[in-house]
């Protein structure tokens, strides 16, 4: 059973970075990118970037561009996104996701919530 | 970027009754190489991950009740739950997976009459 399992929440003043977890279970790490989803409070779903778990290419969404990073680690099968120069705007439960057909994504971790206040 | 429209932003149907939510694309998310749809459906329930529920507009993700169905092609898709039942109450999202950013609907409410 495919399990993504996520780092815990974080709070974090302005201007500071936050490092986000993911440790996959259940099917070969190698096998199925992720991506990376946030959830403003009572908003929708917006797309970060992807990151492949076989060679470590990335898609970062243009917005995220200079200040988002993705990484893997396979001996763990642990996938990482940081994101740097936090305001207000980036507070929101940030999720992993493990993608299939192109860029589908069929199993999510259970979220991150990340605040960001000084 | 594409970008994706849903409506109605909320709907209330009775128990049993049917439910059609829609999504329109700013573009095209057809394909014509292998004439697939590129756009993907999931529902969210309150403090849960989103749910994959369809993808290529119409196929059933593995273990998901029939009563789920996707229609549509190029920019205008459509969710169909035939007879709703309590716990498919949830927030639907359609994504697009045709070109990068991977963008989603805002979002379509749907609760009991």
């Known amino acids: 059973q495919v399990h993504l399992v996520q780092s815990g929440s974080e709070v974090k003043k302005p201007g500071a970075s936050v490092k986000v977890s993911c440790k996959a279970s259940?099917?070969?790490?190698?096998?199925?990118?992720i991506s990376w989803v946030r959830q403003a409070p009572g908003q929708g779903l917006e797309w970060m970037g992807w990151?492949?778990?076989?060679?470590?290419?990335?898609d970062y969404a243009r917005k995220f561009q200079g200040r988002l990073t993705m990484t893997t680690d396979t001996s763990t099968s642990t996938a990482s996104m940081e994101l740097r120069s936090l305001t207000s705007d980036d507070s929101a439960v940030y999720y992993c996701?493990?993608?299939?057909?192109?860029?589908?994504?069929?199993?999510w971790g259970q979220g991150t919530l990340v605040t960001v206040s000084s | 970027d594409i970008v994706m429209t849903q409506s109605p932003d909320s709907l209330a149907v009775s128990l049993g009754e049917r439910a059609t939510i829609n999504c329109k694309s700013s573009q095209s998310v057809l394909y014509s190489s292998n004439n697939k749809n590129y756009l993907a459906w999931y529902q969210q329930k309150p403090r849960q991950p989103p749910k994959l529920l369809i993808y290529w507009a119409s196929t059933r993700q593995s273990g998901v009740p029939d009563r789920f169905s996707g229609s549509g092609s190029g920019t205008d898709f459509s969710l169909t739950i035939s007879s709703l039942q309590a716990e498919d109450v949830a927030v639907y999202y359609c994504q697009q997976y045709y070109d990068s950013p991977r963008t989603f609907g805002q979002g379509t409410k749907v609760e009991i009459k």
């Open positions: 996701a493990r993608v299939v057909v192109y860029e589908v994504f069929d199993s």
């Open positions: 990151i492949s778990t076989y060679n470590t290419n990335t």
């Open positions: 259940g099917y070969s790490f190698t096998s199925h990118g």
